[in-house]
Structure formats: structure tokens, C-alpha cells
């Protein structure tokens, strides 16, 4: 198959193992903004794409991203099957034979022709990490049922909407909040001695929600087991059962392999059983779930497959994601390779967890209703207050501050050490998935972003309130940048006139947020919930000629809020970009870009529009603040 040598797959792999911190929790992946039906290609996000941009904008009426998104045109929508190998995609693309699949691939390739590994690495004739047969979903989802679907293959366009009955209640004394934590990487023999279905103690992002005014029991011993409101932690790992699960429930789950392609099933069977078991003991009616890494796509599976039939009878009601594994993890397309895998037991990675990231079996196996991974478009997501907290620090501290996913990162594109940023949000939902408000606003999941690595950003006071905010009060914000009329543009219209690049500008802000003065006065924290820089990779950017007037909808800011909050912290630089390789600018790399205009201000959280000018610029800001239900 191939002559690489074992030595070099030995420390690819090691390598791999450092960044998943030799035994903590983690794991992921990345993506861009969907744009139409036909979105296919499971590629790096557009160079201009705002990785934060997913919070949609309040008038947006839920479709993609009211923003700069709109200029982005690489779309990695929905990704492509494995054809037995690597991802073990499983999920036939059509009915006809002569349908999808292609031939297989032999991981064999030249450096001097990029076709024989098409987006992977070639390393000494081997083929690391490809995407293959990127359109093999292309028309699912699309709204009409061609002869390759099924209401099997592709339910959205030959199936019917699942039945649901129950409503959702956002706030009641009868809500449970669930933790599924992320990977981590174990030995079979530990494996086999965990138990599955067990609950645990209320520490980390748990903890955190007591200091931030929210005072619930932990659900993992009497009395606070048999809470309607209790915290809860649940262990999906392990080979032996938890004493509450039934024979049957048992049965179930040991049907399904730990180790391989149904090991995502199984984990989602047993939080799904645990969570039913939860409802049933403490008599509680609804759900939040907060996650981590490899929990969220846990948390996806349990949904887009109504698991227990906890989402068709409208049990679950609001999700925060932190560093989620969304649209699968792109890291573990190394993992694709059949070679790679015999050798990771050389290492420790003796179990396949990597196998059900794989991006191709998200798309194949998780995204049951229309196979693409970066929109939430499964009817039974409707209704969900969805948040995502992402991470753009590239650097592992665990792992000597590597930042492995640069090795090979062609686009530039922000990232955590671990997963692709785009990879841990939804980047649209339809528009009959979105959330209805009560002033008939639709909104779609939100998303923000801390310079953090993957490993930390859940163990953050700044994730914290944002997942406080997120699952236990009322009010989302969203902050854009409404108007823009650019005076002067900073670029260089004459030799020796001091600046540098060509017209027309390209427009970006960094952004920061903090939840101040409330935080601070109230519960001493005095960090920030949402930053983006260009030195992150984390910024979008459009372009805007000199004497023109634009409403870019820029998005700054969009989140969960305080219920008690008046203000916010607000501190964005609106830049002139002259270097920032991430969105192919490429002007001048010695001076990367010019400030047009400073804000630094507290906004009131009321509806508003804020207008500023100087010699530069005159813009306006706009804010809106939305009752979510």
C-alpha cells in the first residue's frame, strides 16, 4: 500500500495524540456559511468569511448570515461519503446502482500531481487526510426528489417531516441542564471498565453557573437526583452498565460496538437513555444541553435522530455548544487513511473514535435530513435556543504550544489547536427551523468567539456567562455595523501620500465584548464573552470605494444576554486591511493595516441606532435586543 515509513507515522500520530492533550477531554472540526441548495464541496470556508458572523441578525428572517458572509462563495456545505474506507460512511446516496460512490481510493499519490490527493498531504507517496467525492450529497436538500434519493437517502427532499407532539418551554422549575463532556483518549481496558449511563459530579462549566447567580442541585446523588431543575452531568464511555439501565436498555447499547462506526450511536443511546431516565425520576419536562468538543456531536446525533423521541416531543429546548465538534473534525481526515490507522495503536490511539468525526461520516451518518453538515436545517431543531461558543487560538498549551493544524492549513483559517473554527457553528438553519419570537422575529443559532484553545475555552469565566446567558435567561443582542460612508480610504492614491494598498478598501473591525459593568459589579468577573482580531484569522472584511456609502450588516456582535443587564462593553476598531492572507489580501505585509475608526463605548441594550463620524468615516451602529420567547 505504501512505503512510508513507520517511524514517520509514528510521530504524525504522536504528534496528534499531544494535541489531544494525552488524556484530556477534546475533539473537532470546521466550515462556511451555506449559500444555496446545491452547496457541496467540504472545503476550507471562502478567505472572507467572518468565522463569527453566525448570529443572525434579528430581521434577518433566519436565512445564511445577514452579513458579510454573503460575499462568500466556498461553501462547504454537504461533505462527502466514505466508500467503506476511513469515514465508513454507511448511508447509500441513492437508489439507483448506478448512483454516487465512485471507485475506491488507494492512497497512493505524486507531490507533483495535487489531483492524486485532492485537498489531503503527500508525504512520501502517501496520501494523508483527502476529501473525496465532495458532491456526493449535491442534491439532497435541494427540494427535489431525483432518482439518486429516497425518502431514506434524503428525507428532505423525498420524506416527510417527523411527527412531533408536547411544546417547548423555555423557563419553567421543571428543566433539566445536561453535560456531555468531550473526548479523550483511553486504552480499551479502560474503556471496558468505565460505566456507560453513570452521572457524575457538577464540576467545570457546572460549577461555574452558582458563582453566576444560578443555584441549582447536582443531580448525580440524593436529593438532588430527583430535581426537576437539577444539574447533571451523564458518562457516555464505558463497558459496563450504570445499575439504573434496564436489560433491555442493555441489550440496546452492547449491540453497538464501543470501538469503530457505531460507537457514535451508542453514545448518543446511552445520553439519550440517561436523560429519559432523568425525566421519568425527577418528573422535570424539559431539557438544556451544554457540550464540549465530541458532546456536541453527540448532542446532534441524539437530536437529528430522535433518540428516546426526546426531540419530537419537544423535550429539548436550548443548546450551548463550546468548541463543538458541529460539522465533524477536519483533523481527523488524517485518520482516513487505512494505514494510519494500523498504526495508531503504536501510539495509544487504540480506539476509533476519529472514525465517527470524520467529516464524511457526519455528512453520511449524523446529518440524517439533508447530509449538510454546516446548516441545522433538520425539522427537529425548530424552536432550540442554539449557541455556539467557538475558539481561534491555535496553540495547544498541553502540547508545547504546537499549533498542528497550521502544518497544513491552506486557507488560513482560524482554528483551536484542534477543530477548524467554522467547523463549531452552525452557519444558517431554514427558515422554518429558526426560532420564532413572540414579536415574530425568527432568529437563527448564534455564535461567538475566544482567543482560546480548544482544551480551555469551556473552563473559561467568559464561556461561562456566555453559557449562562445561553441557558437560563430570556434575551439575545445583536450589534452590526448598519451604515458606513467611507470619506477617506487609507489606501494610496499618489507616491509618498503615506499609505499603502490599492482602492477600493477592504473594511474589517475587531471586536470585543464584554458583559460589563453587570458582570463585574455583580459577580467580580471582568472577562471578555466575544473577540475577534486579524491577527486571529478570525475577522471578516468587505470592500467599500472611497465616497461611497454602504449598509454592510455587518455582524459585531450576537448573543445571549443577562436578563438583568442595562449595558454592555463594546470596544471595535474599524480597520483598512493592507495584509490578511485569510481573506487573499495581499497589498502591503509591513504595515498589515490602518485604523479608520476607534469605538469604545457601553451600549445600552435597547433598540437603538448609534451614528459616529471622524475624518475618515461616518457610521451607524445598530442594536437590537430580542425576547426569545
Same mark, same amino acid.
Given at each position: 500500500?505504501?512505503?512510508?515509513?513507520?517511524?514517520?507515522?509514528?510521530?504524525? #500520530?504522536?504528534?496528534?495524540?499531544?494535541?489531544?492533550?494525552?488524556?484530556?477531554?477534546? /475533539?473537532?472540526?470546521?466550515?462556511?456559511?451555506?449559500?444555496?441548495?446545491?452547496?457541496?464541496?467540504?472545503?476550507?470556508?471562502?478567505?472572507?468569511?467572518?468565522?463569527?458572523?453566525?448570529?443572525?441578525?434579528?430581521?434577518?428572517?433566519?436565512?445564511?448570515?445577514?452579513?458579510?458572509?454573503?460575499?462568500?462563495?466556498?461553501?462547504?456545505?454537504?461533505?462527502?461519503?466514505?466508500?467503506?474506507? *476511513?469515514?465508513? %460512511?454507511?448511508?447509500?446516496?441513492?437508489?439507483?446502482?448506478?448512483? %454516487?460512490?465512485?471507485?475506491?481510493?488507494?492512497?497512493? /499519490?505524486?507531490?507533483?500531481?495535487?489531483?492524486?490527493?485532492?485537498?489531503?498531504?503527500?508525504?512520501?507517496?502517501?496520501?494523508?487526510?483527502?476529501?473525496?467525492?465532495?458532491?456526493?450529497?449535491?442534491?439532497?436538500?435541494?427540494?427535489?426528489?431525483?432518482?439518486?434519493?429516497?425518502?431514506?437517502?434524503?428525507?428532505?427532499?423525498? *420524506?416527510?417531516?417527523?411527527?412531533?407532539? %408536547?411544546?417547548?418551554?423555555?423557563?419553567?422549575?421543571?428543566?433539566?441542564?445536561?453535560?456531555?463532556?468531550?473526548?479523550?483518549?483511553?486504552?480499551? &481496558?479502560?474503556?471496558?471498565?468505565?460505566?456507560?449511563?453513570?452521572?457524575?459530579?457538577?464540576?467545570?462549566?457546572?460549577?461555574?453557573?452558582?458563582?453566576?447567580?444560578?443555584?441549582?442541585? /447536582? %443531580?448525580?446523588?440524593?436529593?438532588?437526583?430527583?430535581?426537576?431543575?437539577?444539574?447533571?452531568?451523564?458518562?457516555?464511555?464505558?463497558?459496563?452498565?450504570?445499575?439504573?439501565?434496564?436489560?433491555?436498555?442493555?441489550?440496546?447499547?452492547?449491540? #453497538?460496538?464501543?470501538?469503530?462506526?457505531?460507537?457514535?450511536?451508542?453514545?448518543?443511546?446511552?445520553?439519550?437513555?440517561?436523560?429519559?431516565?432523568?425525566?421519568?425520576?425527577?418528573?422535570?419536562?424539559?431539557?438544556?444541553?451544554? /457540550?464540549?468538543?465530541?458532546?456536541?456531536?453527540?448532542?446532534?446525533?441524539?437530536? &437529528?435522530?430522535?433518540?428516546?423521541?426526546?426531540?419530537? &416531543?419537544?423535550?429539548?429546548?436550548?443548546?450551548?455548544?463550546?468548541?463543538?465538534?458541529?460539522?465533524?473534525?477536519?483533523?481527523?481526515?488524517?485518520?482516513?487513511?487505512?494505514?494510519?490507522?494500523?498504526?495508531?495503536?503504536?501510539?495509544?490511539?487504540? +480506539?476509533?473514535?476519529?472514525?465517527?468525526?470524520?467529516?464524511?461520516?457526519?455528512?453520511?451518518?449524523?446529518?440524517?435530513?439533508?447530509?449538510?453538515?454546516?446548516?441545522?436545517?433538520?425539522?427537529?431543531?425548530?424552536?432550540?435556543?442554539?449557541?455556539?461558543?467557538?475558539?481561534?487560538?491555535?496553540?495547544?498549551?498541553?502540547?508545547?504550544?504546537?499549533? #498542528?493544524?497550521?502544518?497544513?492549513?491552506?486557507?488560513?483559517?482560524?482554528?483551536?489547536?484542534?477543530?477548524?473554527?467554522?467547523?463549531?457553528?452552525?452557519?444558517?438553519?431554514?427558515?422554518?427551523?429558526?426560532?420564532?419570537?413572540?414579536?415574530?422575529?425568527?432568529?437563527?443559532?448564534?455564535?461567538?468567539?475566544?482567543?482560546?484553545?480548544?482544551?480551555?475555552?469551556?473552563?473559561?469565566?467568559?464561556?461561562?456567562?456566555?453559557?449562562?446567558?445561553?441557558?437560563?435567561?430570556?434575551?439575545?443582542?445583536?450589534?452590526?455595523?448598519?451604515?458606513?460612508?467611507?470619506?477617506?480610504?487609507?489606501?494610496?492614491?499618489?507616491?509618498?501620500?503615506?499609505?499603502?494598498?490599492?482602492?477600493?478598501?477592504?473594511?474589517?473591525?475587531?471586536?470585543?465584548?464584554?458583559?460589563?459593568?453587570?458582570?463585574?459589579?455583580?459577580?467580580?468577573?471582568?472577562?471578555?464573552?466575544?473577540?475577534?482580531?486579524? &491577527?486571529?484569522?478570525?475577522?471578516?472584511?468587505?470592500?467599500?470605494?472611497?465616497?461611497?456609502?454602504?449598509?454592510?450588516?455587518?455582524?459585531?456582535?450576537?448573543?445571549?444576554?443577562?436578563?438583568?443587564?442595562?449595558?454592555?462593553?463594546l470596544d471595535f476598531e474599524l480597520l483598512e486591511l493592507d495584509w490578511y492572507p485569510r481573506g487573499n489580501v495581499r497589498e502591503w505585509s509591513f504595515d498589515?493595516?490602518?485604523? +479608520?475608526?476607534?469605538?469604545?463605548?457601553?451600549?445600552?441594550?435597547?433598540?437603538?441606532?448609534?451614528?459616529?463620524?471622524?475624518?475618515?468615516?461616518? +457610521?451607524?451602529?445598530?442594536?437590537?435586543?430580542?425576547?426569545?420567547?
Amino acid at each position: 500500500m505504501t512505503n512510508l515509513p513507520r517511524v514517520f507515522l509514528r510521530a504524525l #500520530l504522536a504528534a496528534i495524540l499531544c494535541m489531544l492533550g494525552c488524556g484530556l477531554a477534546s /475533539c473537532s472540526a470546521s466550515s462556511s456559511p451555506p449559500d444555496a441548495a446545491s452547496d457541496a464541496a467540504d472545503e476550507p470556508p471562502d478567505a472572507g468569511a467572518d468565522a463569527f458572523d453566525a448570529g443572525a441578525d434579528p430581521g434577518d428572517e433566519a436565512t445564511a448570515d445577514a452579513d458579510i458572509d454573503a460575499a462568500d462563495s466556498g461553501d462547504p456545505g454537504a461533505t462527502d461519503g466514505a466508500d467503506g474506507e *476511513g469515514a465508513d %460512511g454507511g448511508t447509500d446516496a441513492g437508489t439507483d446502482t448506478d448512483c %454516487g460512490g465512485g471507485a475506491d481510493f488507494d492512497y497512493r /499519490c505524486e507531490t507533483s500531481r495535487p489531483e492524486t490527493c485532492p485537498g489531503g498531504m503527500c508525504l512520501l507517496g502517501m496520501c494523508i487526510g483527502p476529501v473525496r467525492d465532495p458532491d456526493r450529497w449535491s442534491e439532497c436538500g435541494d427540494g427535489s426528489c431525483g432518482p439518486c434519493e429516497s425518502a431514506q437517502s434524503c428525507p428532505a427532499d423525498c *420524506g416527510a417531516p417527523p411527527t412531533t407532539s %408536547g411544546r417547548k418551554e423555555y423557563h419553567n422549575a421543571t428543566t433539566i441542564t445536561v453535560w456531555l463532556h468531550g473526548f479523550y483518549n483511553k486504552s480499551p &481496558e479502560e474503556m471496558a471498565n468505565m460505566v456507560y449511563g453513570e452521572f457524575g459530579s457538577c464540576g467545570g462549566i457546572l460549577g461555574r453557573f452558582s458563582a453566576l447567580g444560578i443555584n441549582r442541585p /447536582c %443531580g448525580n446523588a440524593a436529593p438532588g437526583d430527583t430535581a426537576p431543575d437539577q444539574l447533571v452531568k451523564v458518562e457516555y464511555y464505558g463497558g459496563r452498565p450504570a445499575a439504573w439501565l434496564s436489560a433491555a436498555d442493555v441489550a440496546e447499547i452492547e449491540a #453497538l460496538p464501543y470501538d469503530g462506526p457505531e460507537a457514535l450511536e451508542r453514545f448518543a443511546r446511552i445520553a439519550a437513555k440517561a436523560i429519559r431516565h432523568k425525566l421519568t425520576l425527577s418528573g422535570a419536562t424539559h431539557v438544556n444541553i451544554a /457540550c464540549h468538543s465530541f458532546g456536541c456531536l453527540i448532542t446532534r446525533y441524539l437530536i &437529528e435522530h430522535d433518540l428516546e423521541s426526546l426531540a419530537s &416531543e419537544n423535550r429539548l429546548v436550548r443548546w450551548f455548544s463550546s468548541a463543538g465538534v458541529i460539522a465533524g473534525a477536519r483533523l481527523a481526515r488524517l485518520y482516513d487513511n487505512p494505514t494510519v490507522r494500523d498504526t495508531a495503536d503504536l501510539i495509544g490511539l487504540e +480506539l476509533s473514535d476519529f472514525v465517527v468525526m470524520h467529516p464524511d461520516f457526519v455528512a453520511d451518518r449524523v446529518c440524517a435530513w439533508d447530509h449538510r453538515p454546516y446548516q441545522g436545517n433538520h425539522p427537529l431543531l425548530a424552536g432550540m435556543i442554539i449557541h455556539h461558543a467557538t475558539a481561534t487560538d491555535p496553540r495547544i498549551q498541553e502540547a508545547l504550544n504546537i499549533a #498542528l493544524l497550521d502544518l497544513h492549513n491552506p486557507g488560513d483559517e482560524p482554528n483551536d489547536g484542534i477543530m477548524f473554527t467554522d467547523d463549531e457553528r452552525f452557519h444558517s438553519v431554514a427558515p422554518e427551523v429558526a426560532l420564532l419570537t413572540p414579536s415574530g422575529t425568527r432568529l437563527s443559532p448564534s455564535a461567538t468567539c475566544l482567543y482560546l484553545d480548544h482544551m480551555h475555552l469551556p473552563e473559561d469565566d467568559g464561556t461561562a456567562a456566555l453559557a449562562t446567558a445561553a441557558l437560563f435567561h430570556k434575551r439575545r443582542v445583536t450589534i452590526t455595523l448598519d451604515s458606513l460612508e467611507l470619506l477617506l480610504d487609507r489606501e494610496s492614491h499618489a507616491i509618498g501620500d503615506g499609505e499603502h494598498g490599492t482602492p477600493p478598501a477592504e473594511i474589517a473591525a475587531a471586536v470585543e465584548v464584554r458583559f460589563n459593568p453587570y458582570l463585574h459589579d455583580r459577580f467580580g468577573i471582568d472577562r471578555a464573552v466575544h473577540q475577534t482580531r486579524v &491577527e486571529h484569522r478570525s475577522v471578516g472584511h468587505f470592500e467599500q470605494s472611497q465616497g461611497s456609502t454602504l449598509q454592510p450588516g455587518y455582524v459585531l456582535f450576537a448573543g445571549p444576554v443577562f436578563d438583568e443587564m442595562n449595558e454592555l462593553d463594546l470596544d471595535f476598531e474599524l480597520l483598512e486591511l493592507d495584509w490578511y492572507p485569510r481573506g487573499n489580501v495581499r497589498e502591503w505585509s509591513f504595515d498589515p493595516h490602518q485604523a +479608520l475608526y476607534r469605538f469604545q463605548e457601553s451600549v445600552p441594550l435597547q433598540n437603538a441606532v448609534i451614528s459616529r463620524e471622524n475624518a475618515y468615516v461616518r +457610521l451607524a451602529v445598530r442594536v437590537e435586543v430580542v425576547d426569545q420567547y
